[in-house]
């Protein structure tokens, strides 16, 4: 080998002889890392007992009828199933959906629908399509996080709108609107993360009466919608007056199904429809074509009804378990709300405790939780938590009630 090519290899980086490599786009030097990813690689060990992520429980899952599904696709048609598929997503998959979805009081065409690899990526296009650097997004405050990373990866400005135990406070949401002239308007207004919160009807029209005088978009986040235990459904925001042309309503299957198959659709306005196809098509071409075929196959072969009345049965003692055992296992002045479906409580500890202070003594029992201040937009409660009740049996959180309460005394030295 010649000396000097030798050289080159021994020169190390940032040498006179070689240059570094450019820095970081700005948009990823300031967006952080997931908070609730972080804790979940903290708390994966099988012996700890974790309120922390928002992870559908295993053993609910169809796995019998997900697997018979993709056999069958497999099977009868592996030459498409197997190969490139549209942008716009199977066919079939997006006829079950609007199906669905117009069953449940939306009426929806299946050419209104794109499928996403899960409705992260479907927020992530609307994103890319809608948003300028600079751009001003209002969302709930405290906002679901990978929203806020979302945002934060296109070099949007976000304000947080103000809420109340009701959620997201119409008054404010139209001050805000009129003085921060916003693109777009993100919220979960069902069962909403963190907070399990709902909004009324009556506040769902003010949003969207409020969208249309001011002239802004609406993502509707609906993850968990189908996830109700008790109460009746409240129609979408998409469907009040003013509302329907400026709506992107978001679906996803990760909690009515199964979160692996990383499946998500957006319902879109005619305006969004072609630019997010073409934003699809640069992000992923398309989403998974044998993933789609089985979907579509398992709802045309299985009624989900069926088996969401299953899963809401078990999750429904579950939330009991967890809401009726807080007295025990928080400090007195601790507060806290009961949702009447979804996959969280929202809790606020007294005054003067500070949640991700008190973590690592919490983990060091086997027990977890989510700190609420990540999830604040504007300024954070770090007294606020974030408790999750679908992972585990009644049985187990019960236990891991009696070691959150047990790592909350030893933490404030009153034990």
């Given at each position: ?21 450019p820095e ?8 952080g ?54 942008s ?38 609307l994103?890319t ?38 959620g ?17 308007l993100?919220v979960?207004p ?15 029209a ?7 005088r ?23 925001v ?8 400026r ?6 299957f ?23 196809v ?23 072969t ?5 088996h969401?009345?299953r899963?809401?049965?078990?999750y ?7 809401v ?7 400090p ?41 201040a ?42």
């Open positions: 080998m010649p000396d000097a090519i030798l050289a080159d290899a021994r020169t190390p980086l940032g040498t006179p002889d070689r240059a570094p490599v970081l786009a700005a948009r990823a030097a300031r967006t890392s997931s908070p609730v990813r972080d804790i979940l690689a903290l708390t994966a060990r099988p012996e700890v007992i974790s309120f922390a992520g928002g992870l559908p429980a295993p053993e609910l899952f169809d796995a019998a009828g997900m697997a018979a599904a993709f056999q069958h696709v497999l099977t009868a048609d592996p030459r498409r199933t197997l190969q490139y598929s549209t716009e997503g199977d066919p079939a998959l997006r006829a079950a959906v609007a199906a669905r979805t117009t069953a449940r009081g939306l009426p929806t065409d299946p050419d209104e629908l794109l499928v996403t690899t899960g409705s992260q990526q479907g927020l992530s296009l994103a399509v809608l948003l300028e650097p600079g751009d001003t997004v209002l969302v709930e405050d405290p906002c679901y996080l990978a929203a806020l990373q979302i945002f934060s990866l296109a070099g949007a400005r976000v304000v947080p709108v103000p809420t109340d135990d009701e997201i406070d119409p008054a404010a949401l139209d001050e805000l609107a009129a003085r921060e002239r916003p693109k777009l993100y979960i069902t069962f909403q993360n963190p907070t399990g919160r709902t909004l009324s009807a009556g506040r769902r003010a949003v969207a009466e409020i969208a249309a001011r002239g802004l978009w609406i993502a509707e986040d609906d993850p968990y919608g189908e996830l109700r235990f008790e109460g009746e459904a409240v129609p979408w998409a469907s009040f007056p003013g509302a329907e042309d709506t992107v309503l978001l679906g996803s990760s909690k009515v199904m199964a979160p692996g198959l990383r499946l998500g659709t957006l319902r879109l306005p005619a305006p969004l429809r072609r630019p997010c073409i934003a699809k098509q640069a992000a992923d071409l398309h989403t998974s074509t044998v993933d789609q075929a089985a979907a579509a196959r398992y709802l045309a299985t009624d989900l009804d069926v969401l009345a899963v809401c049965d078990a429904r003692e579950r939330r009991d378990a967890l009726d055992g807080l007295a025990t296992a928080l007195e002045g601790s507060r806290w709300n009961r949702p009447s479906g979804g996959m969280f409580v929202w809790t606020t500890l007294p005054a003067g405790y500070d949640a991700t202070a008190l973590l690592p003594e919490v983990v060091r029992h086997d027990v977890a939780y989510v700190p609420g990540p999830f604040f937009a504007g300024t954070p409660d770090p007294a606020s938590v974030r408790l999750s009740f679908v992972t585990h049996t009644p049985e187990e959180i019960r236990e891991g009630l009696g070691r959150l309460r047990g790592a909350l005394v030893a933490a404030r030295g009153e034990g």
